[in-house]
């Protein structure tokens, strides 16, 4: 747009200046010693251009050689350049498609004269990685690194991938360690350290990782949350392995408080108390959770407790009153009735139970009841349920369970053969 204004211009000046020297060419004489010229205005003013003209064409083509060899090294670093950057697209879509060798070697090929060398360099560890040639994978991410020494944090977080998925996990540990020292907020570096903690099965570093991870936001609060309730669950796994009671109190006394009401966290502990033998401080702690939140599981451990039966029983039967038809509160009232030797107790929870919601463990209890009380057909009857159930077998008709039921009217009719 420029160059056609000015040229608009010249063309206005030159048509005006030219019908002004028709009408009035002028007189010039130009005398030196004994040499003289005369001409019109118009026609030195003509040479005069025209010199000028063919003076800038001389001296731009001087001008012109003169900058020939640093023209010639660009046009040279652009042609390279532009043969590097081919190179690189053409090895990523080798990458891409899985052709490990070709990708290596087109990455490779022109890294030296590449606009971005460390990509050329993390994509050909990529692929030697794949190949399982780990020391040329290696070579490459010093090569990345030497190349952008700046970029510590992409080659760092490129060489911890590779090397995880190499299962190199104390290596990967060491590299992540480092990276977080050079960028402690990084939020990609805090979020591979946690997987890998995980991975590891290092709950402690993992616990004193969560408010970091927290406060970054690399989770959210509800699946900190979650974590957290994990992560504390397998520390307490961790302590009763041990079997060391004092070492799995040290480990629920630093659960934070706000999750000792946790259901899973006092099912966690209830069970490693129960499998220590702690059946009494077991019982006090389900007791206590079961009376804030209702939870099946916690319910089921209770009833397994060996403690005092009938004050687990009594606190079963208070709950009775608001669970009626929960076949889990009825199957462990049953059980511990059955410790009680409460036998026609026991023998009504357990088919309210199977009633509800029949199970092998209550069609089993239910049998060993049956022989207690030396009813031979219907502990037959309750252990070939209990077996089909387990076996998910089909073979149960309906007339069969009909017959059954008609032959011992011990079993309530809700047990039905579609429940089995």
């Not at 498609?97 to 990708?103: F, H, I, T």
């Not at 970029?151 to 590779?162: H, K, M, P, R």
């Not at 104390?170 to 805090?190: D, F, G, I, K, S």
């Not at 979650?226 to 397998?234: A, G, S």
Request: hydrophobic residues 45%.
């Amino acid at each position: 747009m420029k160059f056609l204004v000015t040229l608009l211009i010249s063309l206005i000046a030159a048509v005006t200046l030219g019908l002004m020297l028709v009408n009035e060419p002028g007189y010039v004489l130009i005398g030196y010693g004994e040499w003289t010229l005369e001409t019109t205005v118009s026609l030195l003013a003509f040479t005069l251009l025209l010199g000028f003209a063919v003076l800038y064409l001389v001296l731009r083509f001087f001008a012109g050689l003169k900058r020939a060899p640093q023209r010639l090294r660009h046009w040279e670093e652009r042609r390279k350049a532009l043969r590097a950057r081919n190179n690189l697209n053409r090895g990523l879509l080798e990458l891409a498609e899985g052709n490990w060798v070709a990708a290596e070697k087109r990455l490779l090929k022109h890294a030296a004269d590449s606009e971005t060398p460390l990509l050329n360099h993390l994509a050909a560890a990529r692929a030697a990685q794949q190949q399982g040639a780990h020391e040329r994978r290696d070579h490459y991410l010093r090569l990345a690194h030497q190349g952008m020494p700046d970029a510590d944090i992409a080659v760092g977080l490129t060489q911890a991938e590779l090397q995880i998925a190499h299962r190199q996990m104390e290596q990967a540990l060491a590299t992540l360690t480092h990276l977080r020292t050079l960028a402690p907020r990084h939020a990609y570096v805090l979020k591979m350290l946690m997987h890998l903690y995980e991975r590891l099965q290092d709950w402690e570093h993992l616990r004193d990782l969560l408010p970091e991870l927290r406060k970054r936001g690399v989770l959210e609060d509800a699946a900190a949350d979650q974590l957290e309730v994990r992560l504390h669950c397998e520390l307490l796994a961790q302590a009763a392995r041990g079997r060391d009671a004092e070492l799995l109190r040290d480990a629920w006394n630093r659960v934070p408080r706000r999750l000792l009401q946790n259901a899973d966290l006092v099912f966690a502990y209830a069970t490693q108390l129960h499998g220590l033998g702690d059946d009494v401080a077991a019982e006090d702690l389900l007791r206590t959770a079961l009376k804030k939140t209702w939870d099946d599981r916690l319910v089921d451990l209770y009833g397994r407790l060996q403690g005092d039966a009938t004050q687990q029983l009594n606190s079963l039967e208070e709950w009775l009153r608001s669970h009626d038809r929960n076949p889990i509160l009825l199957l462990a009232l049953g059980r511990l009735a059955m410790r009680s030797s409460l036998w026609g107790k026991a023998r009504g929870y357990l088919e309210a139970g199977i009633g509800i919601a029949p199970t092998v463990e209550g069609y089993q209890l239910l049998g060993a009841l049956a022989e207690q009380l030396s009813e031979t057909d219907l502990a037959t009857q309750c252990y070939r349920k209990g077996m089909l159930l387990a076996t998910g077998g089909k073979a149960l008709v309906v007339d069969a369970t009909a017959r059954d039921d008609a032959e011992s009217d011990d079993l309530p009719r809700l047990v039905e053969a579609r429940s089995i």
